[in-house]
């Protein structure tokens, strides 16, 4: 399914979808917590996170209410991947503890060619398209990311819920915030 027509569906689904996630075989993109600033530096280390834009106190605290949102409406997460950018490791890390697992088909390409963006979001789509839970499916990805799957934008800490389709397509059912 095209950017296009998720757009309109992202669109339409505003709606809290928390409920959602009970279901089995469910899908969260979240973007990672508030880290403040716009891309990174032009120092950027992958695996030095004195490199990078990190969380702030805000970031963290959202963090933290996301996994206590997931807790107390006993949402079963079956796995949570992460990008292996430091903000979204210590996103997954601070809601879902040990559960996290780097997943570098959701890391940023806030400055990369198209090439390189258009391969890794079809990476991500088909990881994503093959999931079937029976829990949910957690991923901490970055704005960019979540734009090229589902045609719509994530506030920091923000989340889309989606269903994959028999057709590899991705149905959006919402948003949900910490």
């Not at 959602?20 to 508030?34: D, S």
């Not at 079956?78 to 890391?107: I, M």
């Not at 989340?159 to 915030?177: E, H, I």
């Amino acid at each position: 399914m095209g950017v296009a027509l998720l757009a309109a569906s992202v669109s339409a689904a505003a709606a809290d979808a928390w409920p959602e996630l009970i279901e089995p075989g469910t899908i969260v993109l979240f973007r990672h917590a508030n880290a403040p600033g716009v891309g990174d530096p032009t120092n950027f280390k992958l695996n030095d996170c004195t490199t990078q834009r990190n969380l702030d106190d805000r970031g963290r605290a959202e963090a933290c209410r996301l996994g206590e949102r997931f807790r107390s409406r006993k949402i079963k997460v079956d796995a949570v991947l992460t990008s292996q950018w430091c903000r979204g490791r210590e996103t997954a890390r601070l809601a879902f503890g040990d559960l996290a697992t780097d997943e570098p088909a959701f890391n940023s390409f806030f400055s990369r060619s198209a090439g390189i963006s258009d391969a890794q979001t079809a990476q991500a789509r088909a990881i994503l398209s093959r999931w079937r839970g029976p829990g949910a499916l957690v991923v901490v990805t970055h704005q960019v990311n979540i734009t090229a799957l589902t045609g719509g934008y994530a506030a920091s800490a923000e989340g889309v819920v989606l269903r994959p389709a028999a057709d590899g397509s991705l149905k959006v059912l919402g948003r949900v915030t910490p």
